[in-house]
C-alpha cells in the first residue's frame, strides 16, 4: 500500500472521529459532566485484547473516573480493532501490538485504559467523546500520557517512535 492510500483511508477514520466530537460537542451540558452508564463496551483497562473480566464489568465512566482518581500517571489509547479493508487492518493491528507492548512493559507504572472504538455504545460514544476532548486526542489512531495529576503531557497521533516515547514517558514518572 502506498502513502496515498494510507493517507486516505487515515482521512477517513479523521472524518468519523470529527463526527463523535461534534455531536459530543453539541449534546453536552457541561464540560465536567460525563454519564455514568453500565453500557457495554470494548474499553479495555488490560494490555490483553481479550481481557473483557479484566475490568469486573465496569463502565467506561467508573473506569475512566478510577484512572482519574488514582495518583499514578496515565495512559489513554484510542483505537480501533474492528474488520475493515485490508491495508487498514494491518494499520491498526501493527499500531495495537506495539501499543500493548508499550503498556505491558509500563503497566506497574501507569494506570491504562485501552479504548477500541469498534462497537462503542451511543452512550459509551458520548463518554468517549468526552474523553478525548478533556485529553486533546483529535484522530484515531492515538494516545495521551498523562502525569499523576492527570494533566495531559503528549497526545501522540499515529504511528510512533517506541524509545522516544519511553523516554518521556520516564521522565514523567
Do not use: W
Not at 483511508?9 to 472524518?15: A, E, R
Not at 455514568?36 to 475512566?64: F, K, M, V
Request: net charge negative; proline share 3%.
Amino acid at each position: 500500500m502506498d502513502k496515498k492510500s494510507l493517507g486516505i483511508i487515515l482521512g477517513v477514520f479523521l472524518m468519523v472521529a470529527a463526527v463523535f466530537f461534534v455531536k459530543g460537542i453539541s449534546q453536552e451540558e457541561s464540560q465536567d459532566y460525563i454519564p455514568n452508564t453500565t453500557a457495554s463496551t470494548n474499553a479495555n483497562t488490560d494490555t490483553n485484547a481479550n481481557a473483557e473480566e479484566s475490568t469486573n464489568g465496569d463502565s467506561l465512566h467508573e473506569r475512566y473516573e478510577r484512572i482519574k482518581s488514582s495518583n499514578k500517571p496515565s495512559i489513554i489509547v484510542f483505537s480501533y480493532e474492528g474488520d475493515c479493508c485490508p491495508g487498514t487492518k494491518q494499520f491498526f493491528d501493527n499500531y495495537n501490538e506495539q501499543i500493548r507492548t508499550l503498556l505491558k512493559e509500563y503497566e506497574d507504572k501507569f494506570e491504562t485504559m485501552f479504548i477500541d472504538l469498534d462497537g462503542v455504545t451511543r452512550e459509551d460514544g458520548e463518554i468517549v467523546d468526552i474523553i478525548a476532548e478533556k485529553n486533546g486526542i483529535n484522530q484515531l489512531a492515538s494516545f495521551v500520557i498523562r502525569d499523576s495529576e492527570g494533566n495531559p503531557k503528549r497526545v501522540v497521533e499515529g504511528p510512533f517512535d517506541m524509545d522516544e516515547i519511553k523516554s518521556f514517558m520516564d521522565g514523567v514518572l
